[in-house]
């Protein structure tokens, strides 16, 4: 696999990993969230089910994909750390 089609797909694989991560994290955050309070303040759907998962379901899934996006993050960086460096040589 040349470069250019590598970046590409790692690219997109972080893309998608980032968009589960941000979509798992507002449910977490608006749909099943947790807390303290009366009853943990949770709401009435935190002991259930959304989308057929469970909230420590999305908990796993959120954080799957938040490790998954970060370490393409750093692949990425890596991949591209030519660039980087040429561009912090630029600055100075």
Request: glycine share 8%.
């Amino acid at each position: 696999m040349n470069r250019v089609k590598l970046n590409l797909f790692i690219n997109i694989l972080s893309f998608f990993a980032f968009l589960i991560s941000t979509i798992t994290g507002l449910v977490l955050w608006l749909v099943l969230p947790g807390g303290y309070g009366f009853r943990g303040g949770r709401s009435p759907l935190s002991d259930g089910i959304f989308l057929g998962l469970a909230r420590y379901d999305w908990i796993d899934l959120h954080n799957l994909s938040s490790i998954i996006f970060v370490v393409l993050v750093a692949v990425h960086l890596v991949l591209h750390r030519r660039w980087i460096k040429n561009a912090i040589a630029r600055l100075k």
